[in-house]
């Protein structure tokens, strides 16, 4: 896949590392097939770079990305997490990470490290994925929208959000029980 139409963020940037293989339990669609995917993503998720990365970087961004799947899963059955998911994370998030600067027009700039900004910004997703994972307060879900399943943190004032990004899947959803509604009523 080229392009980054496919990417999606939900506002947590550990899960949404794990977005980028989307339709995992009915169509598998891998959208980081190529290192520029990976750079594409950086780019977009967490500081604008043009730095390159390459295969070995991408197989590595995977194998994290699969760690924090994993560990989340199991925090969302109320598990352990796996010793070789939190070893993946664990070592990711003690690498340096992305730092934070004062923009002119005062706004906050995250600057990736220059001498290695894609294993920087994977730094900063495992970072995400330690608080995430330890916060344990029963709001890490799995998205319940048709074919969907991905993973979601909400953290919305009522916390009983039950779709990954309700503009999506929540719409999807509301749209299909309507359709059921008018299609029940007419044929009642
Ligand atoms: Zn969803």
Redesign the pocket.
Known sequence: MSGDEGFRFGGRLALDLTWTLRYRTVAPTELLVDPSDLARWVARAVAPTSAVADPALLAEAIRLREAIHAAAHAVVAGDPVPRASRTVVNRWATRPGPTRRLAPDGSARVVLPAGAPIAGALAAVAADAVDLLATRDGRLRV?T?PG???L?HDASPPGRRR???AE??GNRVNLRARRDRIANRGGA
Do not use: T
Request: proline share 0%.
């Open positions: 998205c929208g969907c399943s991905l979601f779709w990954c990004a999506r899947c």
